[in-house]
């Protein structure tokens, strides 16, 4: 594991004490710290699968871009996994530890990185830009629960919002392998939800 420059470190455990739940934390706040550190990351996947099954053509476009920020956010995160890997607090250790998480690289989160790629694209994209928008605030959100709850410095979090919008802004770029895609996927699902988009159930 490595870690910052010392005072670029001193910076992050700093912010970090300010936000991490104290030792006398309340039961209500841990179930509010635990919903949006863990639950809430559920809500984005399903906001692209409303959007794909029951909105039209433009709306399903923009879920395969946010899927392709989503997957171009995780390759980022991968790769500097494996140059730069830094500590979760509870390894140092420093501050309170209310959410099980593995001890491995800390730097930057996956779910920030993620939830951000999709939020981002979205807002990019402008067809869904108000779902994007109302799912970043979401995210921000998750940032401070997963601090809150002891297993992500603030920097994790300031990185993934660096990732998030390099894998939005490139996805944007991707115009003609989006459309080719769509082009083979729509027709698929067309064929295996064919009874359901008769019905008026889905489109």
Known sequence: MTTFSPALEQLNVYLFQLINAPAAVSAGMLRVGTFFA???VALFPLVL???WFWRGEEQKKAVLYATLSMLLALA?????GMIWQHPRPFMIPVGQHFLY???NNSFPSDHM???CAISFSLIARGTLRRQGLAL???SVMVAWARVYMGVHFPL???ASLGVALVS???SLRCARAVNTVYAYVYPLYHALFAAGIRKGMMK
Not at 76 to 80: C, D, G, M, R, S
């Open 168 to 170: 939005a802004a490139l």
């Open 136 to 138: 970043f605030a979401l």
């Open 101 to 103: 998480h593995a001890a």
């Open 113 to 115: 990185s993620l939830a």
């Open 38 to 40: 863990s639950d809430a």
């Open 49 to 51: 699968l409303f959007n």
């Open 76 to 80: 980022v995160n991968i790769a500097l």
């Open 156 to 158: 994790d979090m300031m």
